[in-house]
């Protein structure tokens, strides 16, 4: 069981912290392209700022309420169970699905949109669609398959968001 991994709460608190520190990057390389963008890559930057803001809060959230929750509750040992209904975090959805409709949408809709604008490293932003579309691999389920598409999309999503830090400094 992940959430009872002394990595877990270490886990999710640098990845609040990581998307943090995304934040005032997505602005930069906003403003470094915002002319090329067009209608779709503005869309797409709010989308991604709203929903790289509510990851670092869901994050937060899962981070310190499963350890504290997860003893009371049998047989959930993943923390998409937590939120189903008639379980502990139903009641915050909501806040769940507004951020997958706006970090997933918004990450895919700003790297076209940049690579259509061809301001910057076209393969870097190819790297940020796969990579924000394969952390869904969460949403297979439980398992191998999911965990590696997981890990791929985010070790792909790290990459391109180092590489266009990079750049922008």
Do not use: C
């Not at 992940?2 to 640098?14: G, N, Y």
């Not at 796969?130 to 952390?135: I, N, P």
């Amino acid at each position: 069981n992940a959430i009872d991994s002394p990595s877990w709460i270490p886990s999710h608190v640098a990845f609040s912290v990581a998307y943090t520190l995304v934040l005032p990057g997505l602005v930069a390389l906003y403003l470094r392209q915002a002319d090329r963008l067009g209608w779709l890559g503005e869309a797409g930057f709010v989308l991604a700022l709203f929903g790289s803001t509510l990851t670092v809060s869901i994050s937060m959230l899962v981070g310190a309420a499963l350890p504290l929750i997860g003893p009371q509750t049998s047989g959930l040992t993943r923390s998409l169970q937590f939120f189903e209904p008639d379980r502990p975090l139903y009641f915050m959805r909501p806040a769940v699905a507004f951020t997958a409709l706006t970090y997933f949408p918004g990450f895919v809709l700003t790297g076209v949109a940049a690579m259509r604008a061809a301001v910057m490293s076209q393969w870097a932003w190819g790297f940020l669609v796969l990579g924000a579309l394969g952390t869904l691999g969460a949403l297979a389920g439980p398992g191998s398959v999911g965990r590696l598409i997981t890990i791929g999309g985010s070790l792909l999503l790290g990459v391109a968001i180092a590489w266009l830090g990079y750049i922008v400094i």
